[in-house]
């Protein structure tokens, strides 16, 4: 059983943390991020029929913070023509730089938009799971910074038994039959609103 | 957002399979011809084809961030849908242009051509059904639908048809009954395509995700397709005046086939450019 991220979405205040602290961590430029954090808003409000204080509502707000799941299936791995995108030892799934042409075909295929372009590089580039951290027996850089402990990574089956009620999907994240991630997810009350109800992404410009 | 150079990829999905198709189509009239002399015509014209091919190719690198590092597509057949398009359009360049060069500086034995072009032939269809099914992702519902090898296939068949026509101009001609074929099959192959892109933006508007709306990526998609019914129109037109009207000059009637072969191609580069616009995965 590989390794995995749980990412408790009832804990998670939306600082982006993690994402600037994986941005300095692998030193990477303005238009790379390999972790961001979705906000997720949705519902309504309503005033009351007959006048009065109380306004009635069902609005909600919570964050996604996502970064490559290291997926069982992975899509960008499938299509890679030159087989740089690979899975190394640990498991995680990382482009080997002397291998990639930069054809930008797992960056297309990734449903969590994973992987991006490095276009100083002119080669692909995503997160590696910060598998020479894992190698030498600590976590991955987003997971240490979280101020709150909503990252967490792992054995998957360690990840599994901490948090048995988790779900490997809540809106805007893809089905998971499609790739298999490697991503757990502590659901919130506001997630399950937006899996009934529906809602945007609101800081769509920024992610 | 795509973030591919997806104008290059349009061009290349353009020039290529037209081109390939072109150069069976050419191969397959070759082998109806009689005399030494005709062969010799059309080994000369099978040119055009190849570099149509080549220089789809040659775009098509454009997109590539470190084309420097293309050795590895080139020995990962098998690996990836992209990987086997690669190496199938090269296997094709191969034995088209070394054919071509052959049989221009000699004169090959009759079996030799014929097996020599004949599989030059295989790899054109293999690398046309390579090209077309390269962008049926499961991740990617937009474009993982029958419609989009139906309408690559379709564009590359009807370009193919015209342009051998066309080619086949500069030849001499052929006879008015295999005109008739191929310019019918020109047009048939277009509605397939029309059929195929308004299925699609049917389709479309069935696909949803959290975030985004498949039916949102059809900003002009409409007025895209109509430049394409009126390109190919026009196309048809044109290689149809050149082909049968015996009273005009054979300037006029090349400028003709030229014009046509260009009004085909320029269509079917207006779907292939519409298709990339209508990329969306499943996810984020």
Known sequence: ?207 | MLELDSTSLAVFTTLAPAGMVAFVVMALLRSTVADHAGKRRVDHLLAIPFLLVLSGFITSTAHLGTPTNALYVITGAGRSPLSNEVVSVLAFLFLAGSYWMAAISRDLPRQVAGAWIAAGSVAAIIAVGFTSIAYSIETIPTWNTIYTPLALVAGALGAGCLLSEGIYLFAGGLKPTRSTVLLVAYALSCLVVLTAMVLLRIELDTITTFVAKASGLAMGYDVRLGFYAISSAGALCALFNASFREEISTKTRLALACASAFAALWGVFLVRDLFYQTYMTVGV
């Open chain 1, 1 to 207: 059983m590989g390794k995995a991220f749980y990412f408790d979405s009832a804990l998670c205040t939306g600082c982006k943390t993690c994402e600037l602290a994986c941005k300095d961590y692998h030193d990477l430029d303005e238009g790379i991020t390999f972790r961001r954090v979705f906000d997720i808003e949705g519902g309504s409000w309503e005033l009351p029929a007959g006048g009065g204080p109380a306004v009635r509502q069902g609005v909600y707000v919570y964050h996604v913070s996502l970064a490559c799941c290291h997926c069982d299936f992975g899509v960008c791995m499938e299509v890679c023509p030159t087989g740089a995108m690979h899975r190394d030892e640990q498991g995680l799934v990382w482009p080997d730089h002397d291998k990639c042409v930069g054809c930008g075909y797992c960056s297309m295929a990734c449903p969590y938009g994973a992987p991006s372009l490095d276009l100083e590089a002119k080669k692909s580039s995503k997160c590696d799971g910060c598998t020479g951290r894992v190698a030498d027996g600590g976590k991955p850089v987003c997971v240490e910074a979280c101020p709150v402990r909503a990252l967490e990574f792992g054995l998957e089956s360690e990840v599994l038994s901490a948090h048995p009620d988790s779900v490997r999907c809540v809106p805007p994240l893809p089905d998971p039959s499609f790739t298999g991630p490697n991503l757990y997810v502590g659901p919130c009350p506001a997630s399950e609103m937006a899996q009934e109800q529906g809602g945007w992404v609101a800081n769509e410009g920024e992610v």
